[in-house]
């Protein structure tokens, strides 16, 4: 008899403790448009895909629930679809870890024909909670080589959900992603030099 109770309790722990835990995906954003009269850059772009970047999952919690943003894979696609809507030609490396160690070694290389070299990486993924307010933070970087001079264009995206609800904190997500991928594109190069 103890041991058909226990088992209940656990399983009823189980079922509560599953039932804390949001498991959330961003919504991959769409691309910001190019400015009116711009065109994409006749240069080529090699994207490295860290194995780093590509499974980040941001992890927090707060009142007993626990909040899994598995933002790797929607903030690939964006930074991928970001940079082939401004650059004629873009191609990408699967690469390990961080990508450091392939990015400076591609650096150093000389080029026969103008290629830019880019790493993605989060900067930034953070949390707060304030009464009836859970705001999200992602901050991504691209850094670039193969311009006159390296370049690291950063974007910052905020989102805010007003309710401890798993739909409220998936838009506050996506929010968060969506504004980091427009801010990133306001700042990315505007000529191959």
Request: aromatic share 6%; hydrophobic share 40%.
């Amino acid at each position: 008899m103890i041991k058909s109770a226990t088992k209940i309790v656990a399983a009823l722990l189980a079922i509560g403790l599953s039932a804390c835990s949001y498991n959330i995906r961003p919504t991959t954003p769409t691309t910001p448009p190019l400015a009116i009269g711009a065109s994409k850059l006749q240069c080529g772009v090699l994207l490295l895909v860290p194995q780093e970047f590509i499974g980040r999952e941001y992890v927090s919690s707060f009142e007993g629930r626990e909040i899994r943003i598995l933002v790797g894979p929607p903030a690939m696609e964006a930074v991928e679809a970001l940079l082939r809507s401004r650059f004629a030609q873009v191609e990408k490396r699967n690469v390990t870890g961080d990508g450091t160690l392939d990015f400076v070694r591609l650096t150093s290389k000389q080029q026969s024909t103008p290629l830019l070299i880019t790493r993605p990486r989060f900067v930034r993924l953070d949390s707060s909670v304030r009464p009836f307010r859970y705001n999200i933070e992602f901050v991504l970087s691209l850094d670039i080589a193969g311009l006159s001079e390296p370049l690291a264009p950063q974007g910052n995206g905020i989102g805010t959900a007003g309710l401890y609800i798993e739909s409220e904190i998936q838009k506050a997500s996506d929010q968060a992603l969506s504004e980091a991928i427009r801010s990133l594109a306001a700042v990315l190069p505007s000529t191959c030099n």
